[in-house]
């Protein structure tokens, strides 16, 4: 069964404090590892996906990784507005072409 | 360009009510799902149509809980009767081959 499993469940960093985000998952063939980014009240807006290992990608103060296991969203120097939850999601052999597996996410919080 | 339309955006209805949810995917998307998202189980998916025909309903929680899409631009997710344990934000998603998934606003449902 495809799992994924995000830490820490919350996060608080002082404005400026870079740190990381984990996503650990276990799939039938990965066809592609989703962040999404979710505010209070809101839908989940989509950041990045990775297709295999090695693979990077940037957007602004974020950068997500990704590893056979596990995929982790860097955020460096962040600011107040980069406080949302994050959502890490997967796309396997096993659920079907479009299935998304979300994980539980990690709730950010960005202080002055 | 319109995201994912969904409506209502609130409902509070009384239990054993029926309930209607409504999706408009953007256009040209061939793929439409149906998330549900709560503290304890996070987003849950319910089901999948593809071009317009239910391919994966498994994550549908039981009878109570019906879907259609009688076009490619129109699908509502029905409840009845409806139960307190359905409260919960209910999210449109929609996608065009199997690509990034692009998410409405959600339904945010209470049943009381």
């Known amino acids: 069964e495809d799992q994924v499993t995000q830490s820490p469940e919350a996060l608080r960093l002082q404005e400026g404090e870079s740190s990381s985000l984990n996503c650990s998952y276990t799939v039938s063939g990965l066809r592609g590892l989703f962040w999404y980014r979710q505010d209070p009240g809101k839908g989940p807006e989509f950041l990045f996906t990775l297709y295999s290992a090695g693979e990077e990608k940037e957007k602004e103060r974020l950068k997500a990784t990704l590893t056979k296991k596990e995929s982790f969203l860097h955020i460096t120097a962040p600011k107040p507005e980069d406080s949302a939850t994050y959502l890490c999601?997967?796309?396997?052999?096993?659920?079907?072409?479009?299935?998304?597996?979300f994980g539980a996410g990690t709730r950010l919080a960005v202080h002055p | 360009d319109a995201g994912v339309i969904q409506s209502p955006r609130h409902e509070v209805t009384e239990m054993g009510q029926e309930v209607t949810l409504r999706c408009k995917p953007i256009?040209?998307?061939?793929?439409l799902f149906w998330y549900r998202q709560t503290m304890m189980r996070g987003l849950e998916l319910l089901i999948y149509?593809?071009?317009?025909?239910?391919?994966?309903d498994s994550g549908m929680p039981e009878d109570r809980f019906s879907a259609k899409m009688p076009n490619a631009s129109f699908s509502t997710l029905k409840i009845q009767p409806s139960e307190p344990r359905d409260s919960a934000v209910y999210f449109c998603a929609s996608t065009r081959g199997g690509n990034t998934i692009y998410f409405g606003e959600g339904s945010w449902l209470t049943v009381v």
């Open positions: 999601a997967v796309q396997g052999e096993s659920g079907g072409y479009n299935k998304l597996i």
């Open positions: 149509f593809n071009n317009n025909v239910p391919i994966d």
């Open positions: 256009s040209g998307h061939n793929s």
